[in-house]
């Protein structure tokens, strides 16, 4: 097996201020890096900066200072973005460098003496953004330029690679690869650009127009085009380290990338590696895009995320920290995302304070109170719900291990919140606190305290590649940070530690707005607790609400006014459900939205496709469609406080019609009482009085 594994993130543009797409790929990144580590294999992680290139030499100038003065200032920004993130890159590279810039020189030479590179005549719309041309065919199909965009026409003599005459190999590459570009969707798109003829690469620009980039070896007129520069980066970042030990670690493991540039990266990159006789990297993983508040985020509208304001605004809650876990958490590698401060206040209350800081803050105080803060020892033999609870535990690590290895991470984090709900159940059910009380049942509680710290450890470690100075604070707490070593298996925290109390490690971001829970203010709400049995026969309760989150979506074949979904239900599977909601929502918007779904419906074909439930959505007296929003966990359950959950199977829809749903303060109630999923209320924007079916 090769232990060893070398990610790269793209190296960011220094004319940018850093905001929350480049924390992404940095943050996935030093997870990835993180987690091999701790599966004990070889790293390296490196991110930089292109500091190159035509937009930097106009900054430069405007800003009254040498390009070199001007990227040395810009460069810094995403190296503060790197401290304030806590990436632990290898090294940070620049394309300033000077071992970079001979390496460059040394693969141009080499690729002029092979004859792969000839000179020639070029007119053609440059973008000055992009640093590129657009290609005939660009132009033809719509790609470019856009209204925003600054273009000028170029005639020029110039250098080509040529790149034309790697397709065929290129195109094999892909299909004998299948898992080279990932997700599947980007490696299709790159199969189908490659259907049309591949052109040759302009590689250089003429000092004339360009001064501030790498000189041709063999031309001293000209410089070397921006992204022939930028990708060699790879191959050169771990150079430094004497030339073998650099040599070493390529070919990468994997390089990220946001979609923007799947081009560059899977078609120039790899036919440049082929024409030079190098190895191509293993795996290229193309994330989707970051917008705010579902908008696309934009200098103009003003509404760019900076990690730094958001780090200093949860300052108290975790800061960069909550972020780095916020982002892993909420975006589906591949798919596009959306930031909202609501987004952050729910991954803060539910799944930090909640979930995490809720079994931290029991386990501590009752071995505090009850073993003067001395851990007891994990029994050898374990009582029915212990033994679960390790299973539980032994699952989870496996589960991440395989979700890891495809680059799943939201779909990890997801699973690893599952042994924190299992961890909490597992203190609910066992109630140590009551058997504190009771002297002749002191082994059952050493038993409790010291599964559960166990479970606990294993919780931390797998939350340490992304939240590593807060999990680290709580390995402290709990008697030491040696527990890390020996990691992921069962069994390893030694008993007789001194856990520390204190405040919270993960404090609550608001006191709880809902009804139901401020009815109890002393308590913390509980997440996919289970309902209070009261009224045994009424028929919500026969009714398997659930939250979905949309996975993706797509239009039905045959009718119109339907969506196809694909839903992510947590511990209740995947589905594929059939709503007639498509006259207001498209496919696309869709995507990673939460959703309230009937789970247990009948099942339905709906115009020859399958539909395994139902979405619920309240009308508005216009007849616009709305729908809810439940901000639980998928597949946690909706529930009325009062009400017994027996939900069977097979459900009748005459079910729905015995009582009604409504919409009354922007949230979803039966007969004026909250429904609640995760131990929070649905939120609606219908108004008043609506009824939701
Ligand atoms: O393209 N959502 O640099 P760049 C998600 N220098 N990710 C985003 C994002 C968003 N809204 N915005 C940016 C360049 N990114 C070249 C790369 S590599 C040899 C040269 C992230 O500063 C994402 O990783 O424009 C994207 O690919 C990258 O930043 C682009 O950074």
């Keep these: 097996m090769n232990t060893r594994f070398y990610v790269t993130t793209p190296i960011y543009y220094v004319n940018d201020v850093p905001h929350i797409g480049h924390s992404y790929t940095s943050v996935l990144g030093d997870v990835l890096a993180r987690w091999h580590r701790l599966l004990g294999h070889e790293v390296f992680f490196l991110t930089g900066t292109d500091e190159h290139g035509q937009k930097v030499q106009e900054a430069a100038q405007k800003a009254g200072r040498t390009p070199k003065e001007h990227v040395d200032a810009t460069s810094e920004r995403f190296r503060e973005m790197g401290r304030l993130l806590g990436l632990s890159n290898d090294r940070f590279i620049r394309t300033t460098d000077p071992d970079h810039v001979s390496y460059v020189q040394d693969v141009l030479q080499k690729l002029w003496d092979k004859g ?10 440059y973008n000055v953004r992009d640093e590129r041309f657009y290609s005939e065919s660009d132009i033809r199909e719509g790609r470019g330029p856009g209204p925003d965009e600054v273009v000028e026409e170029v005639e020029e003599v110039n250098y080509f690679f040529k790149m034309g005459s790697y397709q065929e190999k290129l195109l094999e590459q892909i299909q004998q690869n299948p898992d080279w570009i990932v997700p599947d969707f980007r490696r299709n798109e790159v199969s189908g650009f490659l259907r049309q003829p591949l052109g040759d690469l302009c590689i250089s620009r003429p000092k004339s127009r360009l001064s501030w980039g790498i000189e041709l070896p ?65 795996q290229i993983l193309a994330h989707g895009w970051w917008m705010a508040d579902g908008q696309k985020m934009s200098k103009s509208l003003g509404n760019v995320v900076d990690p730094f304001d958001v780090a200093a605004k949860y300052a108290d809650f975790g800061g960069a920290e909550a972020f780095r876990f916020f982002l892993m958490r909420e975006m589906v590698v591949g798919q596009d995302s959306s930031y909202s401060d609501a987004g952050m206040t729910k991954v ?63 779909h990890a984090l997801e699973e690893t919140m599952s042994l924190a709900r299992a961890i909490n159940s597992y203190l609910e059910s066992t109630a140590p606190w009551k058997l504190a009380k009771d002297p002749a049942r002191r082994d059952e509680l050493a038993e409790v305290l010291a599964v559960s710290s166990e479970a606990l450890r294993v919780l931390l470690v797998l939350l340490s590649p992304y939240m590593p100075r807060k999990i680290a604070e709580a390995l402290r707490l709990m008697g030491g940070e040696e527990a890390l070593p020996g990691k992921l298996a069962w069994g390893l925290l030694p008993s007789g530690r001194a856990f520390q109390d204190g405040a919270p490690l993960f404090p609550r971001l608001m006191p709880p707005k809902d009804p139901a829970q401020s009815a109890n203010p002393g308590k913390q709400p509980k997440v996919h607790a289970a309902p209070p049995a009261a009224e045994p026969n009424h028929p919500f309760g026969k009714v398997d609400y659930r939250v979905a989150k949309v996975v993706s979506a797509e239009d039905h074949p045959g009718a119109e006014k339907l969506l196809v979904l694909q839903l992510d239900v947590g511990e209740a599977g995947q589905r594929q459900v059939c709503a007639g909601i498509r006259s207001q929502y498209s496919a696309e918007s869709m995507v990673g939205r939460k959703l309230l779904l009937v789970a247990n419906l009948k099942k339905a074909k709906l ?87």
């Design 607 to 693: 115009r020859g496709v399958e539909s395994q439930g139902m979405i619920l959505a309240a009308d508005d007296p216009e007849g616009r469609i709305h729908l809810l929003s439940p901000e639980g966990e998928p597949g946690s359950f909706a529930v009325v406080e009062g009400l017994d959950r027996m939900p069977g199977q097979n459900l009748l829809i005459d079910t729905l019609d015995a009582f009604e749903l409504s919409i009354s303060g922007g949230r979803l109630v039966l007969d004026g009482k909250p429904v609640l999923a995760g131990g929070v209320g649905i939120l609606c924007q219908a108004p008043d009085g609506a009824k939701a079916h």
């Design 116 to 125: 792969e590179i000839y000179k020639s005549a070029y007119k053609g719309l």
């Design 348 to 410: 803060i209350n539910n799944d930090l304070a909640n979930d995490v800081g809720n079994i931290l803050s029991r386990i501590r105080k009752q071995v505090a109170t009850g073993f003067d803060g001395v851990l007891p020892a994990l029994p050898t033999e374990l009582s029915g719900a212990s033994s679960e609870l390790r299973d539980k535990a032994v699952s989870v690590v496996a589960e991440v291990e395989n979700q890891m290895r495809l680059f799943r991470v939201s």
């Design 218 to 282: 063999f031309d001293r007129e000209f410089v070397t085009y921006v992204w022939f520069d930028a990708l060699l980066n790879y191959v050169t970042g771990p150079i430094p380290t004497p030339p073998a030990e650099g040599e070493r670690w390529w070919p990468a493991s994997v390089h990220l990338i946001g979609k923007d540039i799947l081009t560059t990266h899977s078609v120039y990159w790899p036919t440049m590696l082929m024409g030079a006789g190098i190895p191509l990297p293993r």
